[in-house]
Structures are given as C-alpha cells and as structure tokens.
C-alpha cells in the first residue's frame, strides 16, 4: 500500500500564506499525479488543485492565481503553497495520490487530512 505523510497545515491571517507538503511512501509501483482535495463544515470535498508526474497542472477557479502545486518527482513529494489566503480558504485539506498503469489499472491513495484555517 501507500501511506501519505502531510504537513505545513495551521492559523493564519487573512492574506498570509502557508506551504502543505505531502510526501509518499510504501510500494509505488508508477505515480501518475498528485493533489490536493479540501472540504469545509457542511460542504462536499472540492478538487484544490492536481499536478501529473509531467508537470502539468489544474486549478480550482476560485484559487488560480494564489495557489501554485509542484511535484518533486524524486521525493515523491507534492507541495501546495498558499499565497493571498482568504477565510473561505478554511477546510481540511486532504493529500491524494494517484497510481498505476494502464494494463492494470489505476488506484488512489488519501491522506488524512491537515487543517488549514484563515482568519479574517
């Protein structure tokens, strides 16, 4: 299995910012992408933003421009850094990490989640 250790969570100011980490670890056969997910009190989890092992990259709308994700290919480590936060940024913030090959199919791995909370 694969395990997903996250970090860089906590309280900040309205406009502060903040850098998650996630990194992977266990049996990684071939990582296709990494992201990140967040979900606030009573709503549904929403994609924050996914990265492919290529570089390639997308965005929730109401983040692009503050946010930026990398993938450090080596480490097997995704960051999410966090620039202009807002309080509508407030949720816990879940790591995912995508596996597999065509042949065998694709798999996906959650971590537990990391809170991030913005104060106005």
């Known amino acids: 299995q694969v395990q997903l250790m996250e970090s860089g969570g906590g309280l900040v100011q309205a406009g502060g910012s903040l850098r998650l980490s996630c990194a992977a670890s266990g049996r990684i056969f071939s990582l296709n992408a990494m992201g990140w997910y967040r979900q606030a009190p009573g709503k549904q989890r929403e994609l924050v933003a996914t990265i492919t092992r290529g570089g390639r990259t997308n965005y929730q709308d109401s983040v692009k421009g503050r946010f930026t994700i990398s993938i450090d290919n080596s480490k097997n480590t995704v960051y999410l850094q966090m620039n202009s936060l807002k309080p509508e940024d407030t949720a816990r913030y879940y790591c995912?990490?995508?596996?597999?090959?065509?042949?065998?199919?694709?798999?996906?791995?959650w971590g537990q989640g990391i809170q991030v909370t913005v104060s106005s």
């Open positions: 995912n990490c995508n596996v597999g090959v065509r042949a065998l199919g694709f798999d996906d791995y």
